[in-house]
C-alpha cells in the first residue's frame, strides 16, 4: 500500500516556499525594467571628459558656466547640476537637451561631434530653441 503526502509542509509552505500572503498576491511589485535595454552598454564620453579636465573644470563648474549660458540663450537660468554632468560624461545621456547642447558648445568654444555627443549629426540651427515668455506679455 502506497501512502500519498501532500505537498504542503506543516509551516502552510509549498515544496519548500512559503504560501504568498493576501498583500503580495494583491500588490505585486512592478516588475524590473531594463533601462537601457538588452546589449546597450553605455560608453564612457571620454571626449568630454578630457576637455573638462585640460580646462580644470569640475562638474559643478561646468553646470555653473553651462547654466548661465542656457539663461543667456533662453532668458531661464537652467537646471543642471553636477549630477547631470556626470551623466553626459559617464555616458548614461548621450545627447543633451537642445539648448543645453548648444550652451555647451558656446561655453567650450567646440562643436558637439568635439564633444562626443551623439547629436552631432542634427545642426543646431534646426533645432528649436524655447525661450521663455512671461504669461502676461503678448507674443
Given amino acids: 500500500m502506497t501512502v500519498e503526502t501532500s505537498p504542503v509542509g506543516r509551516s ?3 515544496n519548500g516556499q512559503r504560501p504568498r500572503t493576501i498583500w503580495e498576491t494583491v500588490y505585486r511589485p512592478a516588475p524590473r525594467v531594463e533601462i537601457y535595454g538588452v546589449g546597450m552598454e553605455t560608453a564612457r564620453n571620454t571626449l568630454l571628459a578630457a576637455w573638462m579636465e585640460d580646462q580644470q ?3 559643478r563648474a561646468l553646470a555653473d558656466l553651462v547654466n548661465r549660458e542656457v539663461g543667456e540663450i533662453t532668458g531661464r537660468l537652467g537646471g ?3 549630477s547631470s554632468i556626470r551623466a553626459w560624461r559617464s555616458g548614461r545621456v548621450r545627447c543633451p537637451k537642445s539648448v543645453q547642447l548648444r550652451a555647451l558648445e558656446n ?3 567646440k562643436p ?3 564633444l562626443g555627443s551623439s547629436a552631432a549629426a542634427t545642426p543646431l540651427a534646426s533645432r528649436p530653441v524655447r525661450r521663455h515668455r512671461p504669461w502676461n506679455v503678448a507674443p
Fill in 112 to 114: 558637439a561631434a568635439d
Fill in 107 to 109: 561655453v567650450s568654444g
Fill in 57 to 59: 573644470l569640475s562638474a
Fill in 12 to 14: 502552510g509552505s509549498v
Fill in 80 to 82: 543642471l547640476d553636477d
